[in-house]
């Protein structure tokens, strides 16, 4: 007979008893969880104490991992994390009231052992988030290679339902190109605030000098970057940044630098600060964007 650890690891740290009992004797079920080796996650389920918590949850309720947690399963980025795991049963299914805590979603959804598809897990994730977070994990879902642009398109052009025109808006939007969440979030702040013209990751390149900037109005020679704190966790690297700014300057770019503060919380004087920079008037009325 097979271990029940290694039984358990080959089925993402999760199993049914109907499952274990196939391969491992009942007895040796009930001494793992009395030796503490695994748990009991509801009736009749049973995981590894290391078992991703997202899974368990959903097969503790007979269900998928979906939306952001499927989001993280894939390796997709993403701005927030969910307080607690997104599962979705099939229609009509009750929920179990011995599951694990976890958000709930009802819908018959595509899915690859309890994940729901890519694919899906995309277009859940844009029909459910703001702009922000949405397009944070489409552009990272195709930077990952996981799905192609056509894929993402051909899927949101068979939508039919509520949310079908703002999910193929998002989808339109979604760029590869894009290097981080934070960029991908700056770039929801711009669209929402109506500018125009820019482009993720425009190489600025001559002879002596080679970069690329987060975002560029190629018109305007403006940039905007989106700086979180692990791109200047050195001195070195601070040293190598403001070199690049220099040199990006006297080629004739005007660079503009948020962090992660202003992107995720005063977009207000982010979009400000580029009105400025554009040449645009301020704003009559001061408005919030979407985070």
Request: glycine share 6%; net charge positive; hydrophobic share 45%.
């Amino acid at each position: 007979m097979a271990d029940i650890v290694e039984v358990l690891s080959k089925r993402g740290g999760v199993a049914t008893f109907g499952d274990l009992r196939v391969l491992v004797p009942a007895r040796a079920i009930r001494a793992a969880l009395c030796g503490g080796e695994i748990r009991r996650v509801s009736k009749g389920v049973y995981a590894l104490p290391q078992a991703p918590p997202a899974l368990a949850a959903a097969r503790s309720h007979g269900g998928v991992v979906s939306h952001l947690s499927a989001a993280q399963h894939w390796g997709f980025g993403v701005i927030n994390a969910p307080l607690l795991p997104h599962v979705t049963l099939q229609p009509k299914q009750v929920r179990r009231r011995t599951g694990l805590p976890c958000t709930l979603h009802w819908a018959d959804v595509p899915a690859l052992d309890d994940v729901t598809t890519p694919i899906r897990t995309v277009l859940d994730c844009i029909r459910t988030l703001p702009l922000a977070e949405s397009l944070a994990v489409s552009d990272s879902a195709l930077r990952s290679g996981a799905l192609s642009e056509d894929e993402l398109l051909d899927a949101a052009a068979r939508l039919r339902g509520p949310h079908r025109r703002r999910i193929q808006r998002v989808v339109s939007l979604a760029d590869k190109r894009a290097e981080s969440v934070l960029e991908s979030a700056l770039r929801a702040i711009t669209i929402e605030a109506g500018f125009e013209d820019f482009v993720p990751q425009v190489p600025v390149q001559d002879r002596d000098f080679s970069a690329r900037i987060d975002l560029a109005n190629l018109r305007l020679r403006l940039g905007l970057e989106a700086d979180g704190f692990e791109h200047h966790g050195s001195r070195q690297a601070l040293a190598k940044d403001c070199r690049r700014h220099v040199q990006l300057t006297i080629r004739g770019w005007r660079i503009l630098r948020f962090s992660w503060e202003d992107i995720m919380y005063d977009q207000e004087w982010v979009v400000h600060a580029v009105r400025q920079a554009s040449g645009l008037p301020p704003l009559a009325n001061r408005i919030l964007l979407a985070a």
